[in-house]
């Protein structure tokens, strides 16, 4: 029953190749968020969709980028990945803004070769 | 600067005790507040939240304390179950309205071992 979808779990990509990373909902939530964890650390919210709005946080690099085609699907893309990139990658939705729980998937653990 | 911080990264409970797990924040802006479960290979599960109108908030074994004055939060675990054993973060967001959307903040996570 998992209503948020994350592939692949596992991706590797050498140094400076462009990757993509897919999240998909059931729950037909507005908004979108994808967040970086690095071991032992808070998650960090890269930027998030507000149904097509799209809203980037002020320190995430300019090396991710995201699309939202359409309400079900959310995709990360990081044209250049550095070594610094290897992070587990989690997409979250919530039904709206404000007092409302984020619902997350099972995250994309992102190494750099 | 961090502004949701878990002083504790970890703790060690037995089984049927109480697990009491801290968070304290900084950002008076901070309106509502969550903790979620963490499993290994698994994402963030939502467990209980409390807004900053009330100062408990309880769902069977989980009960939520909010300290506003203190800027301090807790998540009381009764009785703890070994099943109970994850990494625990606790979460605020500003009042809804403005550019915020519900944007979460964080803490590093306290990892919490329940022994039978």
């Not at chain 1, 050498?14 to 808070?42: D, E, I, R």
């Not at chain 2, 203190?70 to 009381?76: T, V």
Request: aromatic share 12%; hydrophobic share 30%; glycine share 6%.
């Amino acid at each position: 029953d998992a209503m948020v979808i994350q592939n692949p779990r596992y991706q590797v990509t050498q140094f400076g190749k462009p990757v993509t990373l897919s999240c998909s909902q059931t729950l037909n939530h507005n908004v979108m968020y994808w967040y970086q964890q690095k071991s032992s650390q808070a998650p960090k919210l890269l930027f998030h969709y507000y149904d097509k709005d799209f809203n980037n946080e002020a320190d995430t690099p300019d090396n991710f980028q995201s699309r939202r085609p359409n309400t079900s699907f959310c995709f990360l893309d990081i044209r250049s990945p550095g070594l610094g990139d290897a992070a587990m990658y989690l997409c979250a939705t919530s039904r709206d803004s404000g007092w409302e729980p984020q619902h997350f998937g099972d995250g994309t653990r992102l190494s750099i070769l | 600067d961090q502004q949701v911080k878990q002083n504790s990264p970890s703790l060690s409970v037995q089984e049927g005790r109480i697990s009491i797990l801290n968070c304290d924040y900084t950002n008076s802006m901070f309106d509502y507040f969550l903790w979620y479960k963490k499993y290994p290979a698994e994402g963030p599960t939502f467990l209980i939240s409390i807004s900053s109108i009330k100062d408990k908030n309880e769902d069977g074994r989980f009960t939520v304390f909010l300290n506003k004055s203190a800027k301090h939060l807790s998540l009381h675990i009764v009785p703890s179950q070994p099943g109970d054993s994850a990494v625990y973060f606790c979460a605020a967001s500003p009042r809804p309205g403005g550019t915020s959307y519900g944007k979460l903040t964080f803490g590093q996570g306290t990892i919490l071992t329940v022994h039978p």
